[in-house]
């Protein structure tokens, strides 16, 4: 769960705590969101609006994630408990898979890139060239149905031989991924 609100808002609560301003990594900072997301039942407890202070067993645990002191966790807790609690009333933002569902095929980007492990000709070693691209399905156990565009590099000079036959020309420098 990463917050959907402006970079500098951010940066400005970091700025207003300077050890957090010194501490805090940007991947700590979207874990404890993350964290805080996936935890605010627990967060919340019993009371009805967000606590002032982290419930120990939570602060603990993402001080051990975070590799930071309570202290720390506390104080990031108070710079951006009502975001946190924001993020989690709000809509839900859409998953990666998602987003390449609703936007992956104007671009023929698929939510898992399938391209081939090489990026030079295995015959006679030139940088291979023109895309060619099939649209598929992947059917996966836990994400659903991914879109897919499986890509396929062509050797330019072998394209360009026109007399070498079609079928054989496909045998030689169609490079296949699955
Ligand atoms: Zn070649």
Known sequence: ????????????????????????????????????????????????????????PVCDLLASVLQLDTSLIQLTWHAFGDIAEAAYNGPPQPSVDNIFRIHGRTQKLGAEPLRPPITSCLKCQHGLGKESIVEGRLYTLHRGILPIFSKSLYCRPYQQLDEIDEELLTALNHVPWN
Do not use: V
């Open 1 to 56: 769960m990463i917050p959907n609100l402006p970079a500098a808002q951010i940066l400005e609560r970091l700025l207003a705590h300077e050890s957090l301003y010194h501490n805090l990594r940007y991947s700590d900072i979207q874990r404890f969101f993350e964290l805080t997301y996936r935890l605010w039942p627990e967060i919340l407890g019993t009371d009805t609006s967000r606590p002032l202070s982290l419930p120990a």
